[in-house]
């Protein structure tokens, strides 16, 4: 690597440095503020309310912050987010300190929060792509997965810990500060501006319609896409009942355990991603990832056990991170520097929004219709009971399965999808060598 793609590298680090510090406090704040709020109101409909407000905003403005993002400088993309975000959870914590807290300042600061994160991915990804050399791809993505597992493996912890030291405002004023500690990393970098390959001055819808229409032009990238909305969708079906399932057989204590090993599969996948940097040919990365994912989907379904769906959930997010980071290196790459913001905006909302019909629809299927399949008395107690047993939580582990293997199906069957597996052939390579590019693909 040479001196300026070296430079352009710990130019990321740095960044990613700052992020990694504000997503453990997000994390923070996330898991306190949904503490707090149930044991206030005794809700779920109330603890729901505050997730969909979280989650929301984000996936719908993608498209817009994305087309922002494109125009703007992408620094200044990233300190708006930290900034918009980081005063939004000071207010909650001001509020709550003087006691004029409710549940619905609650759920219009979270869901400006999430306005101000809409920026913050397609900016970040973007940004990288300008910073990091192609062949180096790989491991900075890796990096990113490592960081998002450190988050979902320390914030519940840190956070259990500092409630009952500091309270919740004491909490959430943590996460001030570290999106306070993002903001000066930021602040401390430059990040190139793409030459615009575009014609410029065009209305902001048309920055809009455009990611789409890239990618519907591209059709390897789009079937991609679609995968990546197959999945989540079925991935939104398990993250909404791994925990009934699992409450099912042991309790609370035990599933806290499950939950911190099986997602230091995360870790130790974006760890090996850091060093490794994933397979020449990131397509398979991908679709041999995801087919692995679904088989660990499959395994946990078949048991109550506590080892088997622990193994299980390692294996998943092990290979969930490597996958994730494989994909990341492809877009990158193969999207023109100049137009990520607005395409990776599109991207975030098509493949994220599968999920929201995907809450809604689990609770019922496992209620009305794959639990009683499998009670003591139901259908399929006597064939496929005899296999995975029956009773309370064997309809969800049922779920598992059917949803472990119409992942595996989705992955088989991008293989053989000629545009999905040519992707990284058809498409040119956008970006040679991150900021170590004599100037021809960027400027500071």
């Given at each position: 690597?040479?001196?300026?793609?070296?430079?352009?590298?710990?130019?990321?680090?740095?960044?990613?440095?700052?992020?990694?510090?504000?997503?453990?406090?997000?994390?923070?704040?996330?898991?306190?503020?949904?503490v707090?709020?149930?044991?206030?109101?005794?809700?779920?409909?109330?603890?729901?309310?505050?997730?969909?407000?979280?989650?929301?905003?984000?996936?719908?403005?993608?498209?817009v912050a994305?087309?922002?993002?494109?125009?703007?400088?992408?620094?200044?993309?990233?300190?708006?987010?930290?900034?918009?975000?980081?005063?939004?959870?000071?207010?909650?914590?001001?509020?709550?300190?003087?006691?004029?807290?409710?549940?619905?300042?609650?759920?219009?600061?979270?869901?400006?929060?999430?306005?101000?994160?809409?920026?913050?991915?397609?900016?970040?990804?973007?940004?990288?792509?300008?910073?990091?050399?192609?062949?180096?791809?790989?491991?900075?993505?890796?990096?990113?997965?490592?960081?998002q597992?450190?988050?979902?493996?320390?914030?519940?912890?840190?956070?259990?810990?500092?409630?009952?030291?500091?309270?919740?405002?004491g909490?959430?004023?943590?996460?001030?500060?570290?999106?306070?500690?993002?903001?000066?990393?930021?602040?401390?970098?430059?990040?190139?501006?793409?030459?615009?390959?575009?014609?410029?001055?065009?209305?902001?819808?048309?920055?809009?319609v455009?990611?789409?229409?890239?990618?519907?032009?591209?059709?390897?990238?789009?079937?991609?896409?679609?995968?990546?909305?197959?999945?989540?969708?079925?991935?939104?079906?398990?993250?909404?009942?791994?925990?009934?399932?699992?409450?099912?057989?042991?309790?609370?204590?035990?599933?806290?355990?499950?939950?911190?090993?099986?997602?230091?599969?995360?870790?130790?996948?974006?760890?090996?991603?850091?060093?490794?940097?994933?397979?020449?040919?990131?397509?398979?990365?991908?679709?041999?990832?995801?087919?692995?994912?679904?088989?660990?989907?499959?395994?946990?379904?078949?048991?109550?056990?506590?080892?088997?769906?622990?193994?299980?959930?390692?294996?998943?997010?092990?290979?969930?991170?490597?996958?994730?980071?494989?994909?990341?290196?492809?877009?990158?790459?193969?999207?023109?520097?100049?137009?990520?913001?607005?395409?990776?905006?599109m991207?975030?909302?098509?493949?994220?929004?599968?999920?929201?019909?995907?809450?809604?629809?689990?609770?019922?299927?496992?209620?009305?219709?794959?639990?009683?399949?499998?009670?003591?008395?139901?259908?399929?107690?006597?064939?496929?009971?005899?296999?995975?047993?029956?009773?309370?939580?064997?309809?969800?582990?049922?779920?598992?399965?059917?949803?472990?293997?119409?992942?595996?199906?989705?992955?088989?069957?991008?293989?053989?999808?000629?545009?999905i597996?040519?992707?990284e052939?058809?498409?040119?390579?956008?970006?040679?060598?991150?900021?170590?590019?004599?100037?021809?693909?960027?400027?500071?």
């Amino acid at each position: 690597m040479t001196q300026r793609a070296s430079y352009g590298f710990w130019t990321f680090a740095l960044i990613w440095l700052g992020q990694l510090v504000s997503l453990v406090g997000s994390g923070l704040t996330s898991f306190a503020l949904g503490v707090w709020v149930y044991q206030s109101t005794d809700s779920v409909t109330s603890y729901a309310l505050v997730i969909l407000c979280t989650m929301a905003p984000n996936i719908l403005l993608s498209p817009v912050a994305g087309a922002l993002v494109d125009r703007w400088d992408r620094r200044w993309a990233m300190l708006l987010s930290d900034t918009g975000a980081g005063m939004s959870t000071l207010a909650i914590a001001l509020l709550l300190n003087s006691g004029q807290l409710t549940l619905w300042p609650i759920l219009l600061l979270t869901a400006s929060s999430s306005a101000f994160s809409a920026f913050q991915w397609p900016a970040y990804a973007a940004s990288t792509s300008l910073l990091v050399p192609k062949e180096q791809l790989g491991r900075a993505n890796g990096m990113v997965q490592f960081a998002q597992a450190i988050g979902y493996i320390a914030s519940p912890a840190l956070a259990g810990y500092l409630v009952t030291k500091i309270q919740v405002q004491g909490v959430i004023l943590i996460d001030f500060i570290t999106f306070t500690f993002a903001v000066f990393t930021l602040l401390l970098v430059r990040i190139p501006k793409p030459e615009t390959s575009e014609e410029e001055g065009k209305p902001l819808i048309h920055d809009i319609v455009f990611g789409l229409q890239y990618l519907t032009k591209r059709p390897g990238l789009m079937g991609l896409l679609i995968l990546f909305a197959i999945s989540n969708f079925l991935l939104g079906l398990i993250m909404a009942l791994f925990t009934p399932m699992v409450l099912s057989f042991t309790n609370a204590d035990v599933l806290g355990i499950m939950t911190s090993i099986g997602t230091l599969g995360m870790l130790f996948g974006g760890g090996l991603m850091m060093v490794w940097g994933g397979p020449r040919r990131r397509i398979y990365g991908v679709l041999g990832c995801m087919l692995l994912e679904g088989l660990a989907l499959l395994i946990s379904g078949m048991r109550p056990s506590v080892p088997l769906v622990t193994a299980a959930a390692f294996g998943f997010f092990f290979f969930f991170s490597i996958d994730g980071a494989s994909s990341d290196s492809i877009w990158q790459s193969k999207v023109a520097p100049d137009v990520q913001g607005r395409v990776f905006g599109m991207r975030s909302t098509i493949a994220m929004f599968s999920m929201i019909p995907a809450y809604a629809l689990a609770g019922p299927l496992a209620d009305e219709v794959f639990e009683p399949l499998m009670a003591i008395t139901g259908p399929l107690a006597t064939n496929i009971g005899k296999i995975i047993g029956v009773g309370q939580g064997r309809g969800i582990g049922l779920m598992f399965i059917f949803v472990g293997l119409l992942t595996m199906l989705a992955a088989a069957g991008a293989y053989i999808h000629p545009r999905i597996q040519r992707v990284e052939d058809e498409l040119p390579d956008t970006i040679s060598g991150g900021i170590d590019n004599d100037n021809t693909g960027a400027k500071l």
